[in-house]
């Protein structure tokens, strides 16, 4: 993928993303930049990034029109209260809104720029981040996990929710990393459930989907039932059994057993589950 950053000098904030991209796309991107207005590269741009182990000492100001359009696949325009250059062709656009950290207002010492530059910088590498998770998943297949739990009305949890809810954080990241050399990611989606839902049927509470089938269906388990807490009242709320074992709160072994289970399946829908 090719990646070009976009703002009006090519002095600050494109430069500084053409960098920490570099630093952290590795060779996942060929990374560019450029600006409509190109100048020189901001000395406290280099002095913020040298901060991060990153030399912008080298990298010069660069016009939008030395850029070979047909080989751009994605446009980011830095921009907030300038009107950002214009790309043509059809690429993938997005826009992060950075205001400008290089200023002419004589009240600003010169720690004071520092920190502006440090602000935008610390704000380009967190989009950069989330955009590099982006990129990293994208194309791979989707394994759903959805867990559900009754939350009260002060907003506390039973024992068992409490629990299980911590093992399939901790599940989803091991089956994440298991995963990723298939092409599959698990998503983990968290909903809460209010006591009126939770007294429509109390075996909502503590439930858990893998590929839109409960845990008990792919460990070859049943639900069923025991009573909780005072979060619960005097309700049964739901147990998984598998192989002759109740389980309260569900473990993370458990959990991941069934995730690779139902990834299996995904591979190769004709194995049994």
Known sequence: MNILFLCVANSARSQMAEGLARHILGDRAQIQSAGSRHS??????????????IDLSTPRSKSVSEIDVSQIDMVITLCAEEVCPVLPGKVQRLHWGIADPASNDPALTPDDLRQRFRTARDEIKARIETLASQLRYAGMKRLPIFWQRLVSDQGTTCPRCHDTGDAVQRATQTLRRALEPLGITPELQIKEIDEATFLQDTLQSN??????????HWLGG????????????????????????????????LLVRAGMIAATRMLDPTLSS
């Not at 439930?207 to 008990?216: C, N, R, S």
């Not at 979060?231 to 072994?253: H, K």
């Open 40 to 53: 020189t590269v901001n000395p406290y741009s280099i002095e913020v990034m040298r901060e991060l182990g």
């Open 207 to 216: 439930q858990i989907l893998i590929a839109g089938q409960p845990i008990e």
């Open 222 to 253: 049943q639900t069923g039932s025991s009573q909780c807490c005072n979060e619960c009242g005097d309700n049964d709320c739901r147990t998984v059994e598998v192989g002759g074992q109740r389980y309260e709160a569900i473990p993370e072994d």
